[in-house]
């Protein structure tokens, strides 16, 4: 999985990074569960995803700290 940069999520609207939170938690999930089953080929994406899902999530609280 590629990893998002700073700068384009930064660039996004408040919309875009919601959907890029839901989309990045449902596919964590779905990792997850294809884990647990064993069908699961690169263990790395799941901890790429994180980090990924991690980053959205800051910026978004960046903005609700710069709101406020």
């Known amino acids: 999985m590629k990893a998002y940069r700073m700068e384009e999520l ?8 919601t959907r890029r939170e839901e989309s990045l938690r449902e596919s964590l999930f ?5 884990l647990a089953v ?5 263990v ?6 994180r980090r990924n899902l991690a980053r959205v999530l800051t910026v978004k609280r960046r903005r609700d700290q710069a709101g406020k």
């Open 10 to 17: 930064t660039a996004l609207s408040d919309e875009e990074l």
């Open 30 to 34: 779905k990792m997850r569960m294809k």
């Open 38 to 42: 064993g069908q699961m080929s690169k």
């Open 44 to 49: 790395a994406d799941v901890s790429a995803t």
